[in-house]
């Protein structure tokens, strides 16, 4: 039962930061607008970042490497899905 655990943990972690990161992106923080201060490579690796520590976080507090299993999945999945062409 701790495996399922896990992996819905991770997954629900990499959706909640996931929307996160789209809804400032939606508010206006993008780099065509006056407010942005970094450009979005920059904020996509302060969300890479705030990302593997929310997830180092989880890892502690539950003992379950079954989360930082599903987190290098998750990443992987966001990686092959950027750089899929379609035709």
Known sequence: MRF???????????AS???VAQALYKWG????????????????ILVLFISILIYAFLIIRHKDPII???AIWVYVAIIY???VVYI
Do not use: C, D, P
């Not at 399922?4 to 990499?14: C, K, L």
């Open 68 to 70: 930082g299993l599903t």
């Open 29 to 44: 923080l993008n780099e065509r607008t006056e407010h942005m201060v970094w450009t979005e490579v920059g904020w996509s």
């Open 17 to 19: 930061i996931l929307n």
């Open 4 to 14: 399922g655990f896990g992996i819905y943990i991770a997954w629900t972690t990499a």
């Open 81 to 83: 899905k950027q750089h």
